[in-house]
């Protein structure tokens, strides 16, 4: 076991999921056989599929195009991401994003591996693709998270280039908040919409990805859940995968990337595990009513599922050459 799988699996072993959800590591399951999981047959493999958040039809259709190909998961994911990372229009994700209160777009991002790798950048400036860049601390270190200049500069050394973030429209944007500096984050506006992307290639194998600029006009330093294994994204090829977008504080407080995947590994479908995942976020009081969180997920099996607190949220899907947006449900009706 080399040392980012240890790491990772001490931390899951020390995790809990509340309300009769059992947090379990690989190496501390007494009898594997007595637990419900409900994906024991995998897709079909001539089949693929390609799953994102919001409206992200031409990052998730590349990626769709990369399975079609016959390409892995993980390198499909990546190169998908990568399109909206260098959208200028898209002021969540990389180039063009929106800064902090001080004027600096920084970047966060995670991925996950069909193994159970890891890897993911935090607080990242001057480069556009950060989820390629936490594969690279993934792949080509020891680590599984790099934050700030000492990510900045290990991208230097892998090839990526330094590029300004700040763009003219989003610098004049950020000028214009300052006259009020009201920090309001609304529901379902770009200024806090992480994408994230999950796939399963022609071999049944399952990867993830998370990448973001975070809350707009955020204070600075501030880091959500995006590049935090567990809570933005979580990955088990044996069982399914899960990302979330939204407020990420309050997915951070429920570990919910993780919770889906366990719920599903305890016989949930990924409708019901998303959707649970939400209700654990919504019965703690009516704060909810201020923010938005949505979650989407797969299984083995093929199947999908999304769920959010408010409506307006949608997942972008893409299989055996067929596209489609998929309007998900939501609990604040």
């Given at each position: 076991m080399n040392r980012r799988k240890f790491i990772q699996n001490t931390a899951l072993t020390g995790a809990g999921i509340a309300t009769g959800v059992a947090a379990m590591s690989c190496k501390e399951v007494p009898e594997e056989k007595d637990i419900a999981v409900s994906t024991t047959k995998s897709i079909s493999k001539s089949s693929y599929i390609s799953i994102s958040t919001w409206d992200t039809s031409s990052a998730n259709n590349a990626s769709g195009e990369l399975l079609a190909q016959g390409k892995p998961a993980l390198d499909a994911i990546i190169a998908g991401v990568a399109v909206e990372e260098a959208n200028e229009e898209n002021t969540t994700v990389g180039i063009g994003a929106t800064p902090d209160r001080e004027g600096n777009v920084t970047l966060d991002a995670c991925v996950m591996s069909p193994d159970g790798d890891y890897g993911a950048v935090l607080a990242v400036e001057n480069i556009v693709h950060v989820a390629a860049l936490a594969r690279k601390v993934m792949e080509e270190t020891p680590h599984v998270i790099m934050a700030s200049k000492g990510a900045e500069e290990f991208a230097y050394t892998q090839g990526f280039k330094k590029q300004k973030l700040l763009t003219p429209a989003s610098e004049k944007a950020w000028k214009e908040w300052?006259?009020?500096?009201?920090?309001?984050?609304?529901i379902n506006v770009e200024n806090h919409d992480t994408i994230g992307m999950l796939a399963m290639d022609s071999s049944g194998d399952i990867a993830g990805v998370c990448t973001t600029s975070g809350l707009g006009y955020k204070m600075k330093g501030r880091v959500g859940d995006s590049p935090i294994i567990g809570s933005g994204l979580f990955i088990d090829n044996e069982v399914g995968a899960a990302v979330a977008t939204g407020m990420g504080e309050e997915v951070l407080k429920t570990v919910?990337?993780?919770?889906?995947?366990?719920?599903?590994?305890?016989?949930?479908?990924?409708q019901k595990a998303c959707e649970e995942?939400?209700?654990r976020i919504v019965k703690k009081g009516d704060r909810y009513k201020d923010f938005q969180v949505a979650y989407i997920a797969m299984n083995k099996t093929g199947e999908t599922g999304s769920y959010a607190i408010h409506k307006g949220f949608n997942m972008m899907k893409y299989q055996n050459e067929n596209a489609e947006v998929i309007i998900s449900d939501y609990y604040n009706k």
């Open positions: 300052l006259k009020t500096s009201n920090y309001q984050p609304a919910g990337s993780f919770l889906v995947v366990e719920l599903m590994r305890n016989g949930m479908s990924p995942a939400i209700h």
